[in-house]
């Protein structure tokens, strides 16, 4: 088994390596001077069962740009399977057509790692569960469930919370948290003027003295979460926490967080934790280096990965 990574995510590759006890394999990522990548792997990959492990992260497209290179690289260096490890799949918020003459980008990227060599991909939850059938390779969609669990026991009373979904179409995600904990859960039923803006409409649920922990895969800019907890909070909700899988926070969101009514927002490190996200004030992050070194681990051994979650 070799181990790989490009340039989105190298803490979470090295404590991936760490939890495997094998080394990243060399490789050098280099630009002309055009901007164009250039890639040289500096070691023999000939029949080796490979994982480059390669968030889409932001800036998205020279990531994704490094991950296709690296793979058709190993292709053609004889690699004798080769995994994508992406534990923030780019561009799949973008799951289905929403209006004339509009792409789905989730399919187009799916289409491109598989062209350019991946025999396998392995993922921490995709934005909508139908974009692990635009594969035409094996999936993994791993779940940060567990790990959001085990932290949320460890700071909070249980026997006092209450799951929120940030939306409908989160209400599945919420109930299997929810479910773990013996909680209860409640809704937030929002309309989206256009993209990147979002209205609290109504709370449903009863959240009055409960507190809550909003639940949800991606956060972006923070306006829909940020929202949310202030309808919560209106609505009577002792204090408001927010456990997100995939932390984005693009543009001015920590700021929007820092002074938000959150309590904390907590985020794994699917997408690498910047010096600005850890500057602020309620933010904080858990690993799930263990959670995909297991995975990888299983996936090299022939073992099931679905008994993560058992």
């Known amino acids: 088994m070799k181990l790989m990574c490009g340039n989105a995510n190298r803490p979470l590759a090295k404590a991936i390596a760490d939890y495997l006890d094998a080394p990243l394999s060399d490789v050098e990522i280099e630009r002309f001077a055009d901007g164009e990548l250039f890639v040289r792997i ?11 492990i390669q968030p889409t992260s932001e ?9 296709l290179i690296c793979m058709d690289a190993l292709a053609r260096a004889s ?6 490890v992406i534990p923030y799949f780019g561009y799949a918020r973008q799951d289905r057509k929403t209006g004339g003459r509009t792409p789905i980008t989730a399919k ?13 991909v392995l993922t921490i939850d995709l934005h909508a569960g139908q974009i692990q059938g635009f594969f035409d390779i094996p999936t993994d969609n791993l779940f940060a469930t567990p790990v959001i669990e085990d932290d949320i026991r460890q700071h909070y009373d249980v026997e006092d919370l209450l799951i929120v ?5 989160g209400v599945v995600r919420a109930r299997s948290l929810a479910g773990r904990l013996g909680a209860d859960i409640a809704i937030v039923d929002k309309r989206r003027p256009k993209a990147g803006e979002s209205e609290v409409m109504n709370i449903i649920g009863d959240v009055e003295g409960r507190r809550c922990i909003i639940f949800d895969d991606i956060i972006d800019s923070g306006g829909t979460l ?9 609505k009577g909700a002792k204090e408001v926490s927010a456990y997100i899988t995939h932390g984005v926070l ?9 002074n938000s009514v959150l309590k904390e927002l907590v985020v794994t490190d699917s997408i690498d934790v910047t010096a600005k996200v850890k500057a602020g004030k309620n933010i ?9 070194g297991e995975a990888i681990r299983r996936i090299a051994n022939d073992e099931s990965v679905s008994k993560l979650f058992d």
């Open 42 to 52: 500096d070691e023999n990959m000939r029949g080796q069962d490979v994982f480059i």
């Open 59 to 67: 800036p998205a497209n020279d990531h994704l740009m490094e991950l």
């Open 79 to 84: 690699a004798n399977r080769i995994t994508a």
């Open 108 to 120: 187009l990227v799916a289409n491109l790692v598989a062209e350019a060599g991946a025999h396998r």
């Open 165 to 169: 979904s940030p939306d409908v179409g």
């Open 226 to 234: 940020c929202n949310a907890a202030a309808a919560l909070k209106e």
């Open 250 to 258: 693009s543009g001015k969101a920590v700021e929007r967080i820092s």
């Open 284 to 292: 904080r992050s858990l690993s799930v280096a263990p959670l995909l």
